[in-house]
């Protein structure tokens, strides 16, 4: 191994992440040049090409993609050897950065958050919002630590924990009168509600319309649970979210119904690699506890509709 060639990896691994030589070279304080040469220099001692240009961004290839999980597991090492210095210099505050849906936030994050922050643990929390394949996407390219997903099935490299099993209901305007079942609503003309391409929930969506032939009139298409519930309960349109952000002070304005849709596990997810710092195992610790509580409130709104 030549040890001139680190920098050039992580160079590139920066890229890799951000989709381009500009973004890479503003993050790392470089010029776009410097940054293309290292990535050259790579190439060239290592006789593959990295990178192809898609749009205006720039994907691995192939080959460097296969690469991905070890290069992202050399820097969770030196992150832990500094982390160690930091220890016995006496400054241990640990960055941690955490990849989750929006609506993960108030019932889960909150709580941690705030109890860690009482008893003023050190810790420096970076957290980003991406559905469930766009966050394990960005804890494979290294640039979370954690991501809290929705999603069925694992991947090689990562070390999934369960949380809890989540169930999906139809929402909808609450309307006076008799009641109808909401698909039955959905099917005579109201609007469709829907996330973001690519996400987990659009996925079951159109699944699901294409398994019951149902085609809706109209559409609304939001990027997050957050705001279709914000539409939903408005008076606008009809959607399928997951149960968890489907709190007593949510429920105001909306009519709810079950969907025969499965569960999906939640779950956090990390890399494998070295032992986490002690402060992360404390956030980790408390995030296993309060998905506990919510574990228990899914169940009661489960028998409940």
């Not at 994050?109 to 008893?119: G, K, T």
């Not at 290294?142 to 809890?164: E, H, N, T």
């Not at 990390?270 to 309060?290: I, M, N, Q, Y």
């Amino acid at each position: 191994m030549d040890p001139a060639l680190v920098p050039a990896l992580y160079d590139a691994l920066t890229v890799a992440r951000l989709g381009s030589v500009g973004a890479a070279a503003k993050r790392l304080g470089k010029t776009p040049s410097a940054v293309s040469q290292q990535i050259r220099h790579l190439t060239e001692a290592l006789g593959v090409p990295l990178f192809e240009r898609r749009g205006r961004g720039l994907v691995l290839t192939p080959a460097a993609e296969q690469v991905l999980p070890a290069a992202t597991r050399l820097f969770d090492e030196a992150e832990a050897v500094f982390r160690l210095f930091g220890e016995l210099e006496g400054t241990p505050t640990t960055t941690l950065r955490i990849a989750a849906s929006d609506y993960f936030a108030k019932p889960l994050l909150v709580p941690v958050l705030r109890d860690l922050s009482a008893e003023g643990t050190a810790l420096h929390f970076e957290i980003s919002t991406a559905h469930s394949e766009e966050a394990l996407s960005w804890l494979e390219h290294g640039q979370v630590d954690l991501a809290i997903v929705s999603l069925a099935g694992d991947r090689p490299g990562l070390a999934p924990r369960l949380l809890f099993e989540q169930p999906f209901f139809w929402v909808a305007p609450a309307r006076r009168g008799k009641k109808r079942p909401l698909v039955e609503r959905l099917a005579s003309g109201e609007p469709l509600l829907r996330l973001a391409p690519g996400s987990v929930g659009r996925k079951l969506l159109e699944r699901w319309l294409e398994e019951h032939g149902v085609r809706p009139r109209s559409t609304v298409d939001v990027p997050s649970v957050s705001l279709l519930l914000a539409y939903a309960s408005g008076g606008v349109g009809i959607g399928l979210v997951p149960a968890l952000p489907l709190e007593k002070g949510a429920l105001a304005g909306l009519e709810l119904e079950r969907a025969d849709v499965e569960p999906l596990p939640v779950k956090l997810v990390s890399r494998t690699g070295p032992k986490p710092a002690p402060a992360t195992l404390e956030f980790v610790e408390r995030l296993e506890r309060e998905a506990a509580r919510q574990r228990a409130r899914l169940e009661k709104l489960v028998v409940r509709w």
